[in-house]
C-alpha cells in the first residue's frame, strides 16, 4: 500500500452508491427525458455551486436516459450560475450506437416569480468503459506530486486566504496540495498557473467515471498561483474520461498555459492509484478580481 493510499484510509468508508456524492447528485425521472433534483449547498464555492459536481448531477441523468452507463467525453456550457436548490433537467438522446450513444441535456431553475432560468447545456457521448481494450501507448507522465504527509489541505490554510465566502466544498473532499503550487496561499505566488494535488471525497468514496466530472473542477484554480484572487467561473469545460479508476487517492494535475483578456484555459490531468491517465478536461474560465 502506498503512502497516499494509507493517508487516504477513513475509519468508515463510504461506498459507491452509498455516499453524500451519490445523494447529493441523484436525479429523479419525472417523465421520459426530464428529472428532478435538488442542488446542494454542500458543493458551493464563493455562493455559486461548483461547476464539476454540476457536471456530475448532468452526467447521472444521461446516464439513466442514455443506453450506454459511462461518460466518454462530456461538454458543457455555463451560462448563468447555479444556485443551491430545485433544479429540472432536460435530455435528448440524439444518437445511439452499438458502441457509443450521444446526448443533449440542460439543466433549468426558475426565479422566485416563475422565470425559467437555463444554467448549463451539455452535449456528451457515452459508452461502455469496461468493453474498452488494454492496449495504452503514451507519452503521459504520472504527475510528480510529493508524499502526502509533505503536502496540505484546506485546514492548513491561512485565514486570510485568496478565496472569501462560502467554500462548504472543502468540507467534502480529501485534497492535499503540493506545496510548489502553494505560494498563493502564503502571499508570493510563482506565477506558472500550475496547481497538483492528492484528491478524493472526505466520506472516503472511491471515485467512478462520474465523480471525475467532479474532481477535474476542484482544486483551487491556477489563477491564484498567477498573482489574481477572487471568483473564476468556468464559461466552458470539456471532460474526457479515459477508463474506470481503481480504488484509492487520485493525483490531479492542472495548468494554464495563457491568461489574456480576462480569460484563461485550464488542462487538467487525473492519475489514479495504479498510476493511469483516467480523464483529462480543458476549460475557459474568466478571471473576476476579488473587491
Known amino acids: 500500500m502506498t503512502q497516499g493510499t494509507q493517508a487516504a484510509q477513513a475509519t468508515t468508508r ?9 445523494r447529493d447528485t ?15 449547498a454542500g458543493w458551493t464555492i464563493i455562493n455559486a455551486v461548483n461547476g464539476g459536481y454540476l457536471l456530475a448531477v448532468i452526467g447521472r441523468a444521461l446516464a439513466d436516459a442514455l443506453p450506454h452507463p459511462d461518460p466518454f467525453t462530456i ?7 447555479s444556485q443551491p436548490g430545485p433544479a429540472v433537467i432536460r435530455t435528448d438522446t440524439v444518437r445511439a450506437g452499438r458502441t457509443l450513444s450521444t446526448g443533449q441535456a440542460s439543466l433549468v431553475q426558475y426565479e422566485a416569480d416563475g422565470t425559467e432560468v437555463e444554467r448549463i447545456r451539455v452535449i456528451a457521448s457515452y459508452g461502455d468503459l469496461d468493453a474498452l481494450p488494454d492496449d495504452v501507448r503514451t507519452s503521459a507522465e504520472v504527475p510528480p506530486i510529493p ?3 509533505q503536502c496540505f489541505g484546506p485546514q492548513d490554510a491561512p485565514d486570510d486566504a485568496p478565496v472569501q465566502g462560502s467554500t462548504a466544498i472543502a468540507e467534502r473532499l480529501w485534497l492535499k496540495l503540493d506545496p510548489a503550487t502553494l505560494g498563493w496561499a502564503l ?15 472526505a466520506d472516503g468514496r472511491d471515485a467512478d ?11 483551487p484554480p491556477t489563477a491564484f498561483e498567477l498573482g489574481l484572487s477572487g471568483w473564476v467561473p468556468t464559461v466552458e469545460l470539456t471532460v474526457h474520461v ?13 495548468a494554464t498555459r495563457n491568461l ?20 483529462q478536461s480543458r476549460q475557459l474560465a474568466r478571471t473576476v478580481l476579488a473587491r
Request: proline share 6%; net charge negative; glycine share 10%.
Open 14 to 22: 463510504a461506498t459507491i452508491g452509498d455516499s453524500e456524492f451519490d
Open 26 to 40: 441523484a436525479v429523479v425521472r419525472r417523465a421520459e427525458g426530464v428529472y428532478d433534483t435538488e442542488l446542494s
Open 75 to 81: 461538454s458543457a456550457h455555463y451560462l448563468t450560475a
Open 147 to 149: 508524499p502526502v504527509d
Open 187 to 201: 502571499g508570493t505566488p510563482s506565477g506558472k498557473g500550475e496547481m497538483r494535488a492528492w484528491f478524493g471525497l
Open 209 to 219: 467515471p462520474l465523480s471525475l466530472l467532479l474532481t477535474v473542477d476542484a482544486l
Open 242 to 254: 479515459r477508463c474506470r479508476p481503481a480504488p484509492g487517492p487520485l493525483r490531479v494535475a492542472i
Open 260 to 279: 489574456a483578456g480576462g480569460f484563461l484555459e485550464e488542462d487538467a490531468e487525473v492519475w489514479d492509484s495504479a498510476g493511469r491517465l483516467v480523464a
